[in-house]
């Protein structure tokens, strides 16, 4: 990825000049609003207020896979499903309230077994009409009864006619012409490229145009926007564009010419159902929320939204489906760019409900352009006071390809509201830093306008401060065809003492998950791949990935991925499971670069050498692998499932990889890569149990000199040479990247300085993370340990107490089943002279905690990370501070 190689920040360009919008609709079907509600205040989420959108099928194909490219959108009330080959005939339903649709979560979504098929059962066939006219009515100079205007209707996209392409890749690459500009939690955004308008009459050419489809969805609505111009000639006599779907209708006549160079918009506005609120008001209950007209208007009557010196009254965006509060280039004291950012941007929002009696959540969507880092953040919703997090989901979506727009921050939220009130909320953005340590951070970030728009699928960007990325996923393959573990880059390394701080660095690309072969010896390619954010940040991140691998479905993966707040370096978490649903061959003939549970390299672009490669257990060293200098056969495996014997964490080191092409800009320094296996188990339907992970090595490229660079396979021993149905495999690893020598790290954390002063470019610094954060820890009462690192309690009682033997680095710790958010404090249990207990609090300006909200058990999570380096044996306490 060329662009993110260089400094993002880009000019801006000049925005393409959009029409305005009018929309006309008659009542829609929606969804009984729940009953009035006799609280005074809102939950911060409702467990129903959720979305989803994937590829029915696999976003990249084997030739020969003929199945059908469907996009799919599921949310807690409704679904609604795409066929790109014809646009005409739209799947939609809305999950009975009666049956136990609407019991499934944003988690259980993730999991067929308790999604079950709702997706084929409550769905049925609907035409979308999207029909155009060209030439306007009403026209004075035109006698209407005797002139006829040729009419045209969308069918289908050029995500499907480059399925006819003859040649491979443009058939692979097809759905790059759906871009994906936002998912996420809360909205999901597509755009199909290249639509087809047949005209009506039979054996007529079809219209000569640029059009686009703009798809956004809500939780509880949806908008679908129309976006076409002539791709030659203007139409002089302008346009009528009808669209319909169920019964929602709009109408949109243009009564002057459009030209090539802007778009004329039309967007049809669905609300499914009114509002996800606690509430009703009786004046609302006539409203057709689909009919409104003046641009900015709102199907929410009553509502007003602002945001504080910025923006007076934000608009409702159909487009968007929501409120918009657009801000450029906002007012900042500090600097912006590759630098320490410790500042926040901060946005008071203010709510205005005059309704009498409806509490509802208010969709808004804060548009940053000109963030003070792109690379890495994360938005919060704050308590306007207090300044702490509420809990309250923001999706992040953000973009540094796409130049006409530059690099920008889409955050979408919903704010709950109550009646005949006014609430103000801070959003706030935190950068580099949180508190005193680098930010955690997991986005979605958007490929459009990236290498010529080629990709545009599911891309997965973490970052630890605000210094470039640190982790990055193409878990459709919708950029690479082999990997799902892309850019790998490291945390506060420098070239030497006057190397350039809080750059981007190199650390080693490409890894993979599971890598296995069909009857031909073909990649299983992931299908049917859905995400959900837990927590995108700042001191620990969890996001779910759920899918199938293979046309048929052999294998399902359900795979948790995590990165952490810290200032020492990089480390990124996988816990892996793959569930056979049938038989998966498992050998080197079926994958001729060895099959893998889990792969550490990729792609040989950045021409790294591998002279040596170090394993070991908890105990320490087992080996060091000398690489050959002669006789070495690229795309060849020379070790072969060797067993890494011992007790784990196991490990494997790349300390000595050098980098033979490294990147071309003077600010990009280099780090090495490392793996940590916390936990290994492979267990067969037929009773054998594997515990300890074997690897292989495989030569990924052999250069000039004779060196070469070497892949890392984990793979169960050689006698597994196919997994049967019922056969499961789970795996926890610790990805890290680290510096060469003391001088390259730029932190503040001196522990790790000593440790790489004494031990540079050392495997000892990969067992020093295996055997220090392979801790004890004892929950002295209050709660139950759910994950050990990083550590996870589940709370069951006001107060938590626990003992942690050891640790390295800021360990994360997150206390999850908590009755709320407020007055929470850690504190570090000590004892004085004359053994009586003294309780310190961590400070929340230099240490804060981050909060998330769980609708499904009306419970908050709150995490923090705690200083572990050089001490032992440290009793905590988690309790209210005051009522």
């Not at 996209?157 to 491979?168: A, I, V």
């Not at 072969?640 to 784990?648: A, D, I, N, Q, Y």
């Not at 149990?689 to 984990?714: E, K, M």
Request: hydrophobic letters at 35%; aromatic letters at 10%.
């Amino acid at each position: 990825k060329e662009e993110e190689k260089a400094d993002p920040h880009k000019e801006e360009e000049e925005e393409e000049e959009i029409s305005p919008v009018t929309v006309v609709g008659t009542k829609p079907p929606q969804v009984k609003p729940p009953p009035p509600s006799k609280k005074k205040s809102l939950p911060p989420w409702l467990a129903q207020q959720y979305g989803h959108a994937y590829w029915k099928n696999s976003w990249r194909k084997h030739q020969g896979d003929n199945s059908p490219d469907v996009l799919c959108f599921e949310t807690g009330l409704y679904g609604l499903t795409f066929d790109m080959k014809d646009l005409t005939k739209v799947n939609f339903g809305i999950f009975d309230d009666d049956e136990d649709d609407n019991d499934i979560s944003y988690m259980d979504v993730l999991h067929r077994e308790k999604q079950g098929n709702r997706m084929e059962t409550a769905l049925a066939e609907d035409p979308l009409l999207i029909q155009v006219q060209l030439g306007t009515a009403g026209d004075e100079n035109e006698d209407q009864e005797n002139t006829q205007h040729t009419t045209y209707r969308v069918q289908t996209c050029l995500s499907h006619l480059e399925r006819t392409n003859r040649r491979q890749r443009n058939r692979q690459i097809r759905l790059s012409h759906a871009r994906l500009w936002e998912a996420g939690q809360i909205v999901q955004h597509y755009e199909l490229m290249g639509l087809v308008l047949k005209n009506t009459e039979p054996g007529q050419p079809n219209l000569e145009c640029d059009g686009q489809l703009d798809i956004v969805i809500w939780p509880n609505a949806f908008a679908i926007t129309l976006k076409l111009k002539p791709s030659g000639q203007p139409w002089l006599k302008g346009m009528t564009v009808n669209m319909s779907f169920q019964s929602w209708s709009t109408t949109r006549t243009i009564a002057t010419p459009v030209e090539s160079t802007t778009p004329g918009v039309t967007t049809l506005y669905c609300n499914v159902i009114e509002d996800a609120s606690s509430g009703s008001d009786d004046e609302q209950e006539s409203k057709d929320s689909s009919n409104f007209g003046a641009e900015g208007d709102s199907p929410m009557e009553g509502i007003g939204v602002k945001i504080e010196d910025y923006v007076p009254k934000c608009p409702f965006d159909e487009i968007f489906g929501c409120f918009v509060g657009e801000i450029k280039n906002p007012k900042r004291t500090f600097r912006t760019g590759y630098t320490d950012i410790r500042d926040y941007d901060k946005f008071q929002v203010v709510i205005t409900n005059t309704a009498k009696n409806r509490a509802t959540y208010v969709p808004f969507l804060l548009n940053l352009i000109s963030p003070a880092n792109v690379t890495g953040l994360v938005v919060m919703v704050c308590d306007a006071e207090t300044q702490k997090p509420l809990g309250i989901p923001i999706q992040v979506s953000k973009n540094w390809h796409y130049r006409p727009i530059g690099n920008y921050v889409r955050a979408y939220t919903l704010l709950p509201s109550l009646p005949q009130s006014t609430t103000t909320y801070t959003i706030q953005i935190v950068y580099a830093f949180y508190g005193s340590l680098p930010s955690a951070s997991h986005s979605n970030l958007s490929l459009v306008g990236w290498n010529n728009d080629t990709a545009n699928g599911r891309w997965e960007q973490m970052a630890i401060g605000s210094f470039g990325e640190t982790f990055c996923m193409d878990v459709e393959f919708s950029a690479t065809p082999a990997n799902a573990i892309t850019d790998v880059r490291g945390l506060m390394i420098r070239k030497g003492l006057k190397g350039r701080k809080y750059r981007w660095t190199n650390g080693g690309w490409g890894g993979d998950w599971l890598h296995a072969g069909d009857s031909r010896r073909q990649k299983l390619l992931s299908t049917e791949v859905k995400v959900a954010t837990i927590s995108p940040g700042p001191c620990l991140t969890e996001v779910h990935y759920a899918g199938y691998y293979g046309a048929q479905r052999p294998v399902a993966f359900k795979n948790i991925v995590r990165t952490l707040r810290t200032d020492d370096y990089m480390r990124t978490f996988l816990d892996l499971e793959y569930n056979f649903l049938a038989t998966v061959p498992f050998t080197d003939i079926s994958m001729a670069d060895g099959p893998n549970l889990f792969r550490v390299g990729g792609s040989g672009w950045e021409g790294m050498r591998v002279p040596s490669i170090a394993y070991g257990n908890g105990d320490g060293l087992i080996d060091e692998y000398q690489t050959p200098r002669s006789g070495l056969r690229q795309k060849s495996l020379i070790v072969k499932r060797m067993e890494l014997t011992g007790p784990g964490p196991w490990w494997i080191a790349y300390n000595g990889m050098q980098f033979i092409e490294p990147n071309k800009s003077p600010n990009i320094s280099d780090g090495w890569k490392a793996l940590v296996i916390r936990s290994f188990d492979v267990q067969t339907a037929s009773g054998k149990q594997y515990i300890n992970p074997c690897i292989s090595f495989y030569v990924r490229q052999v250069f000039n000199d004779g060196t070469a660079n070497l892949d890392v396979l984990l793979t169960p021993p050689a006698e597994v040479r196919k997994f049967e149905k019922g056969d499961v495999a789970k795996l926890s690893v610790e990805w890290l990247v680290l510096p060469y020598v003391a001088d390259d790290y730029y932190g503040p954390n001196e522990s790790f300085r000593t440790h790489m002063t004494q031990h540079p470019n050392s495997w000892e610094t990969v067992l020093r993370e295996a055997q220090g954060n392979n801790y004890d820890v004892t929950v002295v009462e209050g709660g139950t340990v759910k994950h050990t690192y990083p550590l996870i309690i589940d709370a069951t009682a006001p107060m938590v107490r626990f003992k942690l033997n050891k640790g390295v680095g800021a360990v994360p710790v997150r206390f999850d089943g908590l009755d709320s958010a407020e007055n929470y404090t850690l504190f570090e249990v000590s004892l004085d002279e004359e053994g009586n207990e003294t309780l310190v609090a961590l400070d929340f300006t230099s240490n804060p905690h981050q909060t998330n909200y769980s609708p499904e058990t009306s419970t908050y999570s709150i995490a923090f990370n705690i200083p572990m380096d050089g001490r032992e044996n440290m009793e905590w306490i988690l309790k209210k501070t005051k009522n």
